[in-house]
């Protein structure tokens, strides 16, 4: 049998492995009557993953401790581009980690879909992961199912690490579906917490939400809230996320209290922004990856601009925090100290977590 090494040395001196009588080609795989199994290391079987899937096992422990495992890793090369046409957008976000392979994951973003149709998703996408020795796809997973669960478990691990240990009071600004993800994780791994606000400009706009939480099959182990006044209720929050597409900051510091953490998730853009000035000043300031934020999104380019912040400002990101602490979110701060740390995403983030659901799909 021709290993995946042999394999691919052939292949690059432009050679074609001889194959055993017993193997034939069916339906893009090589396939061995003996083992009646797919042959490692000459074509890989694509699997397809989408909110269809059994994926029993998946939990948000589970995905965290991928997190913190890809990052234990050597540093993610990483590109992002954009195409804009109008409001419509497709943003391809690639990246590739020694010993996970290469992922790009596409995603368009066509605001005008749900009043062209009712049901019609303004954001759709998909992942592709690529083997790291061969190239050949090895999963396609839907875009909505991988950033549902990384960018939750992003920011929750960003929480971990810097914020307080038993927070009691969640409040988020925004109701939409990252919320929805947000209230999922935080709630799962902080069980300390009690009361969940939404801080939204309209009490309508978190109806949806409230709909949904209503209908969860699980009793929630929590308060629910709703404030349209944000001075009233963040004062009161261990925690402060926001999720939104503001463009000026929705969140002020002389608002926040000691020891609080901010969770900043929703801008993505370089004219985006969730938190003022004085909000970066007052905390401890980290992201989730330097190559995808302090160059890329307004949230730290505006106030790197105009001077507010200093480049050093930025103390860290995860690959720092992890390798600073214990490397299974041990805490490191000064339980006074307030936190602010920037969830900007990337690809290295849906590769860590593709190759979880990838190991957890039969």
């Given amino acids: 049998m021709v290993s995946r090494g042999a394999a691919a040395d052939m292949a690059a001196e432009g050679k074609t492995a001889q194959l055993p009588a017993s193997i034939h080609y069916f339906t893009g795989l090589f396939w061995d009557d003996r083992r009646s199994t797919a042959i490692d290391g000459l074509i890989l079987q694509t699997q397809f993953i989408d909110r269809c899937s059994q994926l029993d096992q998946l939990n948000w422990q589970g995905v965290i401790d991928a997190l913190i495992a890809g990052h234990q890793l050597p540093r993610a090369a990483i590109t992002d581009t954009v195409l804009a046409d109008s409001t419509n957008r497709l943003l391809n976000r690639s990246a590739r980690i020694e010993g996970l392979g290469y992922v790009v994951k596409s995603v368009t973003v066509f605001p005008k879909n749900p009043a062209r149709e009712q049901f019609l998703p303004s954001v759709q996408g998909i992942c592709t992961v690529f083997d790291e020795c061969t190239g050949q796809a090895r999963a396609l997973i839907d875009a909505e199912l991988l950033t549902y669960w990384k960018t939750a478990a992003d920011s929750v691990l960003g929480a971990k690490l810097l914020g307080p240990a038993e927070p009691e009071h969640l409040l988020i600004f925004g109701a939409g579906q990252v919320a ?28 949806w939400l409230r709909h949904k939480l209503a209908a969860d099959e699980k009793r929630l ?107 299974d979110g041990g805490r490191i701060r000064d339980p006074q100290q307030i936190t602010v740390f920037k969830n900007g995403g990337g690809a290295h983030l849906d590769l860590m977590v593709a190759h979880h659901l990838m190991s957890l799909f039969p």
Avoid: K
């Fill in 180 to 207: 929805r993800s947000l209230i999922d994780a935080y709630t799962t791994i902080f069980p300390s917490i009690t009361t969940v606000t939404l801080c939204v400009r309209r009490l309508q706009s978190a109806d």
């Fill in 221 to 327: 182990p929590f308060a629910l809230r709703v404030s349209t006044d944000p001075a009233a209720v963040v004062p009161l929050a261990d925690i402060v996320a926001t999720a939104t597409t503001s463009e000026t900051p929705v969140l002020q510091g002389n608002w926040l209290t000691s020891g609080a953490h901010v969770d900043l998730v929703g801008a993505y853009m370089a004219s985006m922004r969730e938190a003022d000035d004085h909000t970066l000043q007052l905390g401890a300031l980290y992201v989730d990856c330097r190559d995808t934020t302090v160059e890329h999104i307004g949230e730290l380019v505006i106030p790197l601009a105009s001077g507010a912040i200093q480049p050093v400002s930025v103390l860290g990101d995860l690959y720092d925090l992890i390798a600073q602490g214990t490397g």
